[in-house]
T-cell receptor
């Protein structure tokens, strides 16, 4: 299964600033997903990032707040813009084994723990 | 998207078998049931997947009755290191956008 590395692993940022999170995969993958996990909560899907197309955002998430890049089949970035304390969460990158099987398991990085002060 | 329902939390003593049941009444014909395990400060980890009857691997077993409206994850002889949150997911009729429920927080007691 794919090995996923995220950078940074954690950061403390001031409100009003932006942070870009990097996700590197050790193999080429078509579908990448960005999730958010607020303290003590479950995971919420932010967007799906496929190489060569614009990211698709879930309800409640917009491109201006969470711009995503997907320059190639092994890399993606998620930017959290104009941060507020409510953005304090763990942000997780994930990939799917097979783009042709929607039942294919997901594999996750260890996440980026963001604290906004 | 198929919705799943699990107990919020469970406690177990070390060495016991733990069974976590998940309800998914609206599961579609082509949907599989997938379970993930999440330790603190880590991303979820895939542990087992099944379609019907019984699936077993080195970590767990998954039991799925004929109507497929529920499934049971079985962890044999749990240890303290099995303390984690366990999520049951059903993709839902061809959707690649998975929705995680609240999961079951398993606490293993010495």
């Amino acid at each position: 299964s794919a090995v996923i590395s995220q950078k940074p692993s954690r950061d403390i940022c001031q409100r009003g600033t932006s942070l870009t999170i990097q996700c590197q995969v050790d193999s080429q993958v078509t579908m990448m997903f960005w999730y958010r996990q607020q303290p003590g909560q479950s995971l919420t899907l932010i967007a799906t990032a496929n190489q060569g197309s614009e990211a698709t955002y879930e309800s409640g998430f917009v491109i201006d707040k969470f711009p995503i890049s997907r320059p190639n089949l092994t890399f993606s970035t998620l930017t959290v813009s104009n941060m507020s304390p409510e953005d304090s969460s763990i942000y997780l990158c994930s990939v799917m084994d097979s783009p042709y099987d929607y039942n294919s398991p997901l594999h996750f990085g260890n996440g980026t723990r963001l604290t906004v002060t | 998207l198929a919705k799943t329902t699990q107990p919020i939390s469970m406690d177990s003593y070390e060495g016991q078998e733990v069974n976590i049941t998940c309800s998914h009444n609206n599961i579609a014909t082509n949907d599989y049931i997938t379970w993930y395990q999440q330790f603190p400060s880590q991303g979820p980890r895939f542990i087992i997947q099944g379609y019907k009857t019984k699936v077993t691997n080195e970590v767990a077993s998954l039991f799925i009755p004929a109507d497929r409206k529920s499934s049971t994850l079985s962890l044999p002889r749990v240890s303290l290191s099995d303390t984690a949150v366990y999520y049951c997911l059903v993709a839902g009729a061809g959707s690649y956008q998975l929705t995680f429920g609240k999961g079951t927080k398993l606490s293993v007691i010495p």
